[in-house]
């Protein structure tokens, strides 16, 4: 179903707006206090905002005049579904199984307090067990559960009672990396056709799982779109963050680009842009080239050393947000020592340079 949402909590200072299309997943990124999980609380119904609207196919979930609003004095007034009436489902980080039942009960809970027959909601419960490929731990307790296992069963739970729309607050992150791939092929089965919110940290999630993204910033709204597009052509240095490239922004001039710092750099422009127009450029730090000297080429710009990373076979040079990965050999070479200036040089073909 087709849910919509704009809320502000004040005492977060988080003023936020989520669409998600019927059938579609949307993922929310951000930093540490975005407030990514007070998205997910007010969509669930467990925050009361301060005022905001929010609706889930055509029933409207609350209607909120807040301080200032027509209702006046008190925050928080209007129509309210309460969270078990919303046809939400919420997946936690972590499973969050009744330890007293077995697999099979805890998913069948939800049908029996819907007053389904014991043998009507077991049938339910074993087929969303086949779908988790879980079918095999009907019978044991969630103690008897690995962390991966029983993160399975809070899916076939969550799904078990048809929810219209799916809440998942970083289902992976409490999960050891070994186990997370195969859960998040079963998420990406068990979520198609379905609306649903998935708040991670990890941009695989995001294009494995999502169709959009909406990336928060200090409780707003920063960036969102199609998931290649926001993640690949990154307008904040945190989206760049998540897929590691380098984000250069200036205004257009001619060809290329001029920084804040009065640099120029050649780019490849992906889009139309009139001159003057504020752009960012996309550049992979394998991409970018590192030497002592100005080198000749039309693309480089001058930096400080801060950090030197050893990655694998290559070495991470940064310099604040710039980096370039070089060979360890290269590094070498150059000597490099947080402080030292260098130059970051790169082809304008390995840029994609798009307005802002
Ligand atoms: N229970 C609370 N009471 C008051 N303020 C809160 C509460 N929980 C969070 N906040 C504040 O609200 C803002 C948004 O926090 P939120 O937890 O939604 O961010 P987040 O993006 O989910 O962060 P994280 O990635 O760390 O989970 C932050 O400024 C935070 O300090």
């Known amino acids: 179903m087709s849910f919509e949402l704009h809320a502000r909590v004040a005492e977060r200072d988080v003023s936020v707006a989520l669409e998600v299309a019927e059938g579609e997943t949307v993922a929310v990124l951000g930093p540490n206090g975005s407030g990514k999980s ?12 301060d005022s905001g609207r ?29 969270p078990h009436a919303r ?5 936690a980080q972590e499973a969050l199984l009744f330890p007293h039942l077995t697999v099979l009960d805890n998913v069948a809970f939800g ?5 389904r027959s014991r043998a009507e ?21 969630p103690a008897e559960l690995s962390g991966g296992q029983a993160q399975r069963i809070a899916v076939a739970r969550a799904l078990a009672a048809d929810p219209a729309l799916l809440l998942l607050d970083e289902p992976m992150a409490a999960l050891d990396v070994s186990v997370a791939p195969a859960l998040r092929r079963t998420l990406r089965a068990v979520l ?81 842009v009139v001159d003057g127009a ?6 992979r730090p394998a991409a970018v080239a590192l030497s002592a000297v100005e080198p000749r080429t039309s693309s480089r710009l001058p930096g400080r050393v801060t950090d030197v990373e050893p990655r694998g076979d290559v070495v991470r040079v940064r310099a604040g947000a710039l980096a370039a990965d070089v060979t360890p050999r290269r590094a070498a070479e150059l000597d490099l020592a ?19």
Do not use: C, K
């Not at 007070?38 to 905002?49: H, I, K, Q, S, W």
């Not at 929010?54 to 027509?70: H, K, P």
């Not at 947080?338 to 798009?354: E, H, K, L, N, R």
């Open 38 to 49: 007070t998205l997910l609380a007010v969509a669930a119904g467990l925050l009361r905002p």
């Open 54 to 82: 929010a609706r889930l196919g055509d029933r409207v979930l609350f209607d909120l005049q807040g301080r200032g609003g027509a209702a006046g004095g008190r925050p928080g007034r209007g129509p309210w579904v309460p």
């Open 87 to 91: 046809g939400i489902a919420l997946l």
């Open 111 to 115: 049908a029996r307090a819907r007053g």
């Open 121 to 141: 909601a077991a049938t339910h419960a074993r087929s969303w067990l086949e779908r988790v490929d879980a079918i095999e731990l009907a019978d044991r307790r």
């Open 192 to 272: 198609a056709g379905r609306s649903a919110v998935i708040v991670t940290h990890d941009v695989l999630d995001a294009f494995t799982l999502a169709d959009r993204v909406v990336v928060l910033d200090a409780g707003r709204v920063v960036d969102s779109g199609p998931t290649a597009a926001v993640l690949e052509r990154p307008r904040t240095a945190f989206a760049a963050g998540l897929t590691g490239v380098n984000l250069i922004t200036g205004t257009a001039h001619r060809d290329g680009v001029r920084t804040a710092e009065g640099q120029f750099v050649d780019v490849r422009f992906v889009e139309r």
């Open 278 to 283: 504020a752009v960012a450029v996309a550049v």
């Open 338 to 356: 947080p402080g030292a200036t260098v130059w970051f040089s790169f082809a304008a073909d390995d840029t994609t340079a798009y307005p802002l």
